[in-house]
Each structure stands twice: as structure tokens, then as C-alpha cells.
């Protein structure tokens, strides 16, 4: 490929800047750990299955998993125990997983430190609710490395992901040319197609995760496992020197 003139980098967050998959697995079983201890009768697997059926019926940003979990599963598996102490346990050790455990991968925060560096605007674009992402931007402690103007959440700009409207909104509103722009991100129907449709520069991370064994219709530039790759690419490619 040839050198261009690189002015931004954009990263996906879920599963690219921090493992998701791995931290909700995490999460949720600590969840019903605690659901367990509080009270609730029902095997772990079986109430995992059911939580897994919620959270595909009504969506991961939906608020009342535990709440409907409850509402499906026989009554006497937490009789004479207040639903609401179980829904609050559940929730408890959700979000003390969240303090403890939602961490960025090492290696993004060491080559997103180093690009802060390179006069480059960084920022993220990614698929879901306004504070919940910026929550997880709040936590991982990447706020201070990223451009003010250069976060897009779809819930805000109001275009979802694959719709590569939300690609070219985030060009536009910074005045850069798609040519110029870097994409970092891990699925390749959401991340990698819409980005390329519109001429950005796309880097698959693919290092696990729900994308990890598929493919999309067009190519990435560049397929890494890690950030130091990636970096490695962006001193190669585009004289980035940090
Ligand atoms: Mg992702």
C-alpha cells in the first residue's frame, strides 16, 4: 500500500480495547454467584442459560436482565426471599467486577499512550449508549490520551453501526479526509466494511472475542493480534515516529 498522510486514528472499544467477552463472562457469573448466595435456589448453569437468553431477547444495554431473569425462572427456586434483594445482589457484584476487572488490554494503553504523542488525533468510535461507553472510556483511563472532539458514540451521533454514515459523520464534523483516517476495530461486518466503503484505512484486531473467527466482505489494510503491530504498521506505513 502506499504512504499516505495520516492525521487520526479511531478505535473501536468493545472487544478491541478491552475484552468484553471475556469481562461480561466475568461479570455475570459473578452476578449469579452472588444471586446464589443471597438466596436463589436454581443450578448456576441453568440460571446462566436463561441470562444468556434474556440479554439475546432484549439486548446487552437493556437494564433489567436480573429483574426478568427472575420473572421467568419457578418461584419456588427464591421462595421467601425479597426478588428485589436478588435483582440488587446481582447487580452489586456486576458493578464491583466493573471497579476490579474493566481494564484495558496493556498493550492498547502503552501504543495509545506513545500515539498521543505523534500530533495524530485520536479518538473512538463505537456501537451503544452514551454514558455506558463513555463509562468504559472512564474506567479503562483513556479519556486524557484521546482528542475532546474525536469521541463518536452511535447512540449519540444517532446512526448505528454498519451504517457507514457514522464513519463519514465523524470525518465530516473533523474536517479530515477518510483517505487520512485510520480505523481500529474487531468486527468485520460493523467495523471493517462500513470504514472501507467510505476509503478509510481499516486495521482488524482480532484477538478473540464474538468476531473472532468472521469474515466480512472486504479486506482490512492491515490484520493485527495486538497494538505493538499495530504500531509497527504505523511506523512502516506512515512515518509515525513515537
Ligand atoms: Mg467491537
Given amino acids: 500500500m502506499q504512504k499516505s498522510n495520516l492525521r487520526a486514528i479511531f478505535f473501536d472499544i ?18 449469579l454467584d452472588a444471586m446464589i448466595e443471597h438466596g436463589l435456589t436454581m ?26 431473569l427472575l420473572l421467568r425462572i419457578p418461584r419456588r427456586y427464591y421462595k421467601g426471599v425479597n426478588p428485589s434483594i436478588l435483582v440488587a445482589a446481582g447487580v452489586v457484584a456486576y458493578h464491583e467486577t466493573k471497579v476490579r ?9 502503552e501504543v495509545i499512550r506513545l500515539l498521543s ?7 473512538v468510535i463505537t456501537e451503544g449508549m452514551e454514558v455506558k461507553q463513555a463509562e468504559k472510556l472512564i474506567r ?36 479530515i479526509k477518510p ?21 478509510m484505512i481499516t486495521v482488524r484486531m482480532r484477538r478473540g ?5 468472521m469474515e466480512g466482505a472486504t479486506l482490512p489494510a492491515l490484520e493485527v493480534q495486538n497494538f505493538w503491530d499495530l504500531l509497527d504498521f504505523l511506523r512502516a506505513e506512515f512515518n509515525i515516529a513515537v
Fill in 14 to 31: 468493545d472487544d478491541t480495547l478491552y475484552s468484553t467477552s471475556e469481562f461480561s463472562e466475568v461479570a455475570r457469573s459473578n452476578a
Fill in 43 to 68: 443450578p448456576k448453569d441453568e440460571l446462566h442459560l436463561e441470562l444468556q437468553e434474556v440479554i439475546n431477547e432484549f439486548s446487552s444495554n437493556y437494564e433489567h436482565h436480573f429483574d426478568k
Fill in 101 to 109: 476487572q474493566l481494564a484495558p488490554y496493556e498493550d492498547a494503553v
Fill in 117 to 123: 504523542k505523534a500530533g495524530l488525533i485520536l479518538g
Fill in 140 to 175: 479503562m483511563r483513556l479519556v486524557p490520551f484521546m482528542s475532546p472532539n474525536a469521541i463518536f458514540i452511535s447512540n449519540q451521533v444517532g446512526i448505528s453501526k454498519p451504517n457507514s454514515k457514522l464513519y463519514q459523520r465523524v470525518c465530516s464534523d473533523l474536517n
Fill in 179 to 199: 483517505t487520512e483516517t485510520m480505523y481500529v476495530g474487531d468486527h468485520p461486518v460493523h467495523d471493517i466494511d462500513p470504514a472501507n466503503s467510505i476509503g
Fill in 209 to 213: 472475542g464474538k468476531c473472532q473467527n
